[in-house]
Structures are given as structure tokens and as C-alpha cells.
């Protein structure tokens, strides 16, 4: 199964990298509901989260985790929010906001535009972060 995230998986589309092992990636979300919205895949296409295998879905959990410690390092926020949503696109992905309440995991809420420049500058600094978490609990 071909979905745009398998296309920004192998690089046939661009995207804003914050993190990558073997088997999972995460990105900013292009159309974000907050600064700094990323999306964590399993490199292997799954359409529905549930329906991956056991030892991919808690690997995939523990990714999150660590893209998530170094988004809190990054953004001024109550939490990291977390969201399993699966509609938008038919392979699994997990939604990791930087978020101070409840209404701001609202998918309704008008997407948010950066330049190319500040998309850049926030790919990198929460690259950085998670790097700096991943070398820590190493």
C-alpha cells in the first residue's frame, strides 16, 4: 500500500525530519493545529494502529516517547498531547502537540503556516532535543 507517508518514507516527498531509527520516523505535521505538531510513523505501512504487530506497536510507543521528552524540552507547554486519530491518512500515525489545555488537541482548529525558514528552525531544534534525550538514556 502507497500512502504519502510511505512516499516521505522512501523520499519521494520532502519532509521536516525530527527523528529516524530502522524502523519509525517523525516529522512536523505541514498542516500543524499548534507549533512544533509531529507525526510519529512506523516506516512499515499499516493502515490501522491496532492491526501492527505487538513488538512494532510498543516500539513505536517508545519512539513517541523519546520524540516526545525532547519536544518537552523544546516548547514552553503544560504537556505534549498525545493522539491517535488514523482517519486522515490510511497508514498508523501518532499526533505529538505541545499543548497547555484540553481545547488545544482540537483537530477543528485553523492550521497554522510557517515558512520553509521556521519549519526548518523547529525541525532542528527538536532534532537536537531528541537527540540529546536519546544520547541520555542511552
Not at 502507497?2 to 525530519?17: A, L, M
Not at 507525526?39 to 513505536?60: A, H, R
Not at 504537556?79 to 505541545?98: D, F, M, N, Q, S
Request: charged share 20%; aromatic share 8%; net charge negative.
Amino acid at each position: 500500500m502507497s500512502t504519502i507517508f510511505s512516499k516521505i518514507v522512501s523520499g519521494e516527498i520532502p519532509s521536516y525530519k525530527v527523528a529516524e531509527s530502522n524502523e519509525y520516523l517523525a516529522f512536523l505535521d505541514i498542516q500543524p493545529i499548534s507549533k512544533g505538531h509531529v507525526l510519529v510513523i512506523p516506516k512499515n505501512p499499516t493502515d490501522y494502529i491496532f492491526d501492527i504487530q505487538d513488538d512494532e506497536y510498543l516500539g513505536l510507543w517508545m519512539f513517541a516517547k523519546l520524540v516526545a521528552q525532547g519536544m518537552k524540552k523544546v516548547f514552553d507547554c503544560n504537556r505534549i498531547g498525545v493522539a491517535v486519530v488514523g482517519l486522515e491518512v490510511p497508514h498508523t500515525h501518532i499526533h505529538l502537540l505541545p499543548i497547555d489545555k484540553v481545547s488545544d488537541m482540537d483537530f477543528s482548529l485553523p492550521k497554522l503556516s510557517f515558512t520553509q525558514e521556521q519549519m526548518n528552525q523547529i525541525a532542528k531544534d527538536i532534532r537536537e532535543a531528541v537527540t540529546e534525550v536519546t544520547s541520555r538514556n542511552a
